[in-house]
């Protein structure tokens, strides 16, 4: 059920895209041939005519959820998204600063003034608010911090106090409290008072007068035990709880793990001083994801679908240049054996195979690495382990598909003399190349790691380099001692 409600939203965005980039066209085409017919009162007509395609799309983008207009801003090349930017309604600008991507936020924020940035900002959460205020403009943080009151002030600057991905980075401070001595009843009547609460709201806190919490209670227990009770005798009094300095990813896999809707965060005393909820968790897995996905093949996180090709250009340089080191060593791993080559022209049909299923192989064991860092799974006492069991699978697979390979090398070439010795070669070639990329693939990352970065970062590159230069020069080394 799940799967189709998410089909129908994204079939719905989709949709709102392809209708919005529809008007956009409409629009100009509209105007290019009002723009050329000679009439009475050419500049009124043209006025007329602009106001009834801005009006209908402007309706149309105050029908959208935010998230849904921000993903049309995404799709969207610079001038068409600052033209539906400017349709955008300014009490709604801060709801869609916070949903684009930090590219086309960037292009948004550069289209702003000052005062329709702090106007926007100030409509915030004071977490959204410290989300966006590393976005902003130096000048401009500066006034908005000036514009709130006190009560949101001191949240958005302990916010900023904590790095992007802390749980302190992206914790919000909408939370509701209850003392243990009072009865359910009374908690209930407290509820009724507030009239609303904070959003995925599925606990209340349980504290003591100093703030320190002691246990939760969930909203579902209120409703199923006897009104008299006590929130003593109901609540959980051993919380899932996080510290401020805890890591946001760690924080996502207890989400995860345990199923959590909400959780508190406590200081150093145990006193309560935030909450995480689980839509802001999604947006940072959402987030972390993507810039896997990016950095893995070489981009720069941060990089716009519809940027200049001179800043995209730049962007990619640096991966460019790596992979172009690379290639110019296994190049030459190649031309030192170019005199055999020239020797037995099949070697230069059949190196290939060896480096691709060598980077095939690798790349699986890499994935399943680079998985198992991100989750933290793998320790100093598990290690030893997965590199055996990798070089095992390693050793399976050479010896099933090295002699797969041996025998389509004979058919294929039985027609020489050394159809044969090729065929043995190709098989101890395969193999000693699939363990050489199964232990690739686990110590590319584990090395990235020890080096600061992000287990996919350049992962891929590394892995790359490995199994293309030695599957090269094993194949090739052995033929020569053994064909030649």
């Given at each position: 059920?799940?799967d189709q409600?998410?089909?129908r ?28 017919q000679?009439?009475?009162r ?23 959820h ?10 969207l090349?610079?001038e068409?998204?600052l033209?539906?930017w400017?349709l ?33 900002a ?5 977490d959204?608010?410290?989300?966006l ?33 802390s ?29 609303e609460?904070p959003?995925?709201?599925?606990k209340l806190?349980?504290v ?5 919490l ?7 227990r ?6 008299e ?15 401020p300095s ?12 345990y ?15 935030g ?19 990016l ?6 996180e ?12 730049k ?19 190649v ?32 994935t ?9 799974l793998?320790s ?6 997965l590199?055996?069991k ?11 598909w090295?002699?797969?390979?041996g ?39 584990n090395?990235i ?21 030695m599957g ?13």
């Amino acid at each position: 059920m799940t799967d189709q409600t998410d089909d129908r939203a994204q079939e719905h965005v989709e949709d709102s895209l392809k209708q919005v980039m529809e008007l956009i066209v409409r629009q100009k085409l509209v105007e290019s041939l009002v723009h050329k017919q000679d009439m009475p009162r050419h500049e009124l007509v043209e006025s007329l005519v602009h106001k009834q395609n801005i009006a209908e799309l402007q309706k149309k983008l105050d029908y959208l959820h935010p998230a849904d207009v921000a993903y049309i801003l995404e799709a969207l090349p610079l001038e068409d998204r600052l033209m539906v930017w400017d349709l955008v309604r300014a009490e709604r600008d801060g709801d869609i600063l916070i949903e684009v991507s930090d590219a086309v936020r960037e292009s948004l924020i550069a289209a702003m003034d000052n005062r329709e940035l702090v106007a926007a900002a100030a409509t915030l959460d004071t977490d959204e608010i410290a989300d966006l205020a590393p976005d902003l403009p130096k000048d401009v943080v500066q006034e908005l911090m000036k514009s709130l009151d006190e009560a949101k002030r001191a949240p958005v600057e302990s916010s900023l106090s904590f790095a992007e991905d802390s749980v302190g980075g992206v914790m919000d401070y909408d939370f509701v409290t209850i003392r243990a001595d009072v009865t359910l009843e009374v908690a209930l009547r407290y509820l009724r008072f507030i009239g609303e609460l904070p959003p995925h709201t599925d606990k209340l806190f349980v504290v003591e007068r100093d703030g320190r919490l002691i246990g939760t209670l969930p909203l579902k227990r209120m409703l199923v035990h006897d009104p008299e009770a006590h929130v003593a005798a109901v609540m959980s009094d051993e919380p899932i709880s996080f510290r401020p300095s805890d890591d946001a990813s760690d924080a996502a896999q207890a989400f995860e793990r345990y199923d959590l809707v909400t959780a508190p965060v406590v200081d150093a005393y145990d006193r309560l001083v935030g909450r995480l909820s689980v839509d802001v968790v999604m947006d940072y897995i959402r987030a972390e994801a993507q810039s896997d996905m990016l950095q893995a093949a070489g981009l720069r996180e941060d990089e716009d679908l519809f940027t200049t090709v001179w800043k995209a250009a730049k962007n990619r340089w640096l991966w460019l240049a790596v992979n172009l080191c690379t290639a110019l060593v296994a190049s030459r791993v190649v031309g030192a054996f170019e005199g055999s080559i020239e020797k037995l022209a099949a070697l230069a049909a059949l190196m290939p195979i060896v480096a691709g299923m060598g980077g095939n192989s690798g790349s699986q064991t890499l994935t399943l690495v680079v998985r198992g860092l991100a989750l933290n799974l793998i320790s100093k006492d598990n290690a030893k382990r997965l590199m055996l069991k990798e070089l095992s699978i390693a050793l399976l697979n050479g010896v099933v598909w090295g002699g797969v390979m041996g025998v389509l090398t004979y058919a294929l070439y039985s027609d020489i003399p050394q159809a044969a010795p090729l065929a043995l070669v190709m098989s101890a070639a395969m193999l000693l190349n699939l363990l050489v990329s199964s232990m690739a693939g686990y110590w590319a990352p584990n090395i990235i790691v020890r080096m600061g970065h992000d287990p996919a970062f350049g992962a891929h590159v590394l892995l790359t380099f490995i199994t293309d230069s030695m599957g090269f020069f094993i194949f090739l080394g052995l033929a020569t001692v053994f064909l030649l």
